[in-house]
Structures are given as C-alpha cells and as structure tokens.
C-alpha cells in the first residue's frame, strides 16, 4: 500500500509499469550501476521514496547528509531549473570547492550519471517520503476497513461530513 500511495503520483507514475514487472519477475530487474542496487533492491529497481533520492546523491555522488535535502530535492521538488542544472554538474562532474566528488570520481560513466540524473528529476516532482506514504496508508487502510464492516454508518458519516454540499452528496450517493 505504502509504495502504491507513493507510485500514483505525476511524476513516479512513470515508472508504474518497471516496479510492476519487476515485483513479478526479478529476472527482468536491472541497475544502471552496481552502486543502486542496495538502495532500490527493496522497490524492485525503481526510485519510489524521497528517502532514496537523497541516498543516491550521497552514495554515488558523495554528497554529505543535509546537502542532499537542502540542495537536490528540494530544488527538484520546486522546480528550480537553475539549481537544478548546478546540481546536475555537482552530481555527475563533482564540485571540489563545496567538497562533492561526483558521480565520475566514484567510476560511474557521464551517460549514466547523467540518465540516473534525469530519471530524479522526473520522479522527485510530486515525490513523497516513505513516512508520508504510510501515514496515508494507514488511513487508507482504516477507511477501507470502515466501510467494508460498517457500510451503512461509513455513509451516512461520509455524507453527513459534506451536508452543506449537495453535488458531493450526491456523488457519495
């Protein structure tokens, strides 16, 4: 549930069908370089948290714990081309100044660093964190639950909940 609630947003939505087949047949499951395996081993080859974001740019990059918030998602999350454009140079050539080796100093290839690049962005638009994700599905779960069990009462709470509204009364109904 906690990785379905995560999927079915814009930008990780794209990658809906890869966790698919990968959850289905392991064998089918690849890795742009061996340093992703550890980090999106448990989501069958896909970026489907926040949190794997931030561990990518530290294990393949070498960014320290904070940048990778502060720097990385949350310009991808705003959609700051600028920054993100600096960060893509810090991710894959390094930035000796601010201390970031790079994607290349650690041996993985431009084209991949570039692609596993691209691939954050489109993900981390509408990204959630894990924690997040599974305090919706909690409620999702619950909700689900209530109205299986108690029908009548989930609806009548539901569309008591929207009284002063009749067009959502009468989609609930």
Not at 19 to 36: F, S
């Amino acid at each position: 549930m906690i990785a379905g609630i995560s999927l079915y947003r814009p930008g990780p939505m794209d990658f809906i069908p890869q966790y698919i087949k990968g959850k289905n047949n392991a064998g089918t499951i690849t890795y742009d370089c061996p340093q992703l395996k550890p980090i999106l081993e448990g989501t069958y080859g896909c970026i489907v948290y926040q949190e794997q974001v931030m561990q990518i740019v530290r294990d393949l990059a070498g960014y320290s714990l904070g940048r990778e918030r502060f720097c990385c998602v949350r310009a991808m999350s705003k959609k700051k081309g600028d920054v993100m454009q600096k960060e893509r140079q810090n991710f894959v050539y390094g930035n000796e100044k601010e201390g970031i080796p790079g994607c290349i100093a650690n041996g993985i290839p431009e084209q991949v660093a570039n692609k596993i690049y691209d691939e954050m962005i489109d993900f981390a638009k509408y990204a959630f964190n894990k924690s997040h994700a599974a305090a919706y599905a909690v409620v999702s779960y619950q909700t689900a639950w209530l109205k299986y069990y108690y029908p009548v009462e989930f609806m009548a709470a539901l569309m008591t909940s929207v009284i002063d509204n009749p067009k959502k009364v009468s989609e609930y109904v």
